[in-house]
Each structure stands twice: as structure tokens, then as C-alpha cells.
């Protein structure tokens, strides 16, 4: 398989995080590289296509994409299938994403 590659990796500190990568690197070197980083739990891996959809698993981590993981990454770009759009989350350090209506004005 061919294209970029992700995992998404949870924290006690930071919740899940879709990690995005290119097809070069394997899956188990980036889930190792980032638990490094204090991000010790990989939850699922795969493939990102041409339409911003996870799909398929990762061999060397035995993991699979899960639906909710393309949710994840449309709203980690701000991609609006379904009105996802990203609020700053002061608390977390991070974004966070919200469910709500965009308002035409901003």
C-alpha cells in the first residue's frame, strides 16, 4: 500500500491525537518514535486517501483504522463534512473538536 500513513496515540495529558506520516516510514518506527514523547497508547493505524478517509491496518502494529479515526482527522484540518469545527481548549493545551453551527458573520 502507498500514500500517508497515521496512528492516532492517547496521553493522560492530551487525549487522542491523529499522528499523520509519510508511506516511507513504517508504523511500528512512528509509534515508537512517539511514545518517546510521552505518548505511550497507540489506539489504531492505517491509511489516509485521496478523499481524507482512514482506512485499512497496520501490519507491524496489528492495529486497524476505526470510522471514528477520518472524524478525527477532518477535524484535526478543519475539514466541515459535518460542521467540525476546532476551539481552542485552554485547559488541554490543544484543540479540541466542536459540534456546532458556523456562524455566517465570523
Partial sequence: MTGTKYIVVSSDFSGEQLIMFPSVIKHDKMAKAMKRLRYPNVISAGF????????????SLRLKSRDIDTILLKSMLSIDDKKIIMEDDIRMGGYIPVHKERNPFE
Wanted: glycine fraction near 8%; charge should be negative; include cysteine.
Fill in 48 to 59: 489516509i486517501d485521496e478523499f481524507m478517509q482512514c482506512y485499512g491496518e497496520s501490519t
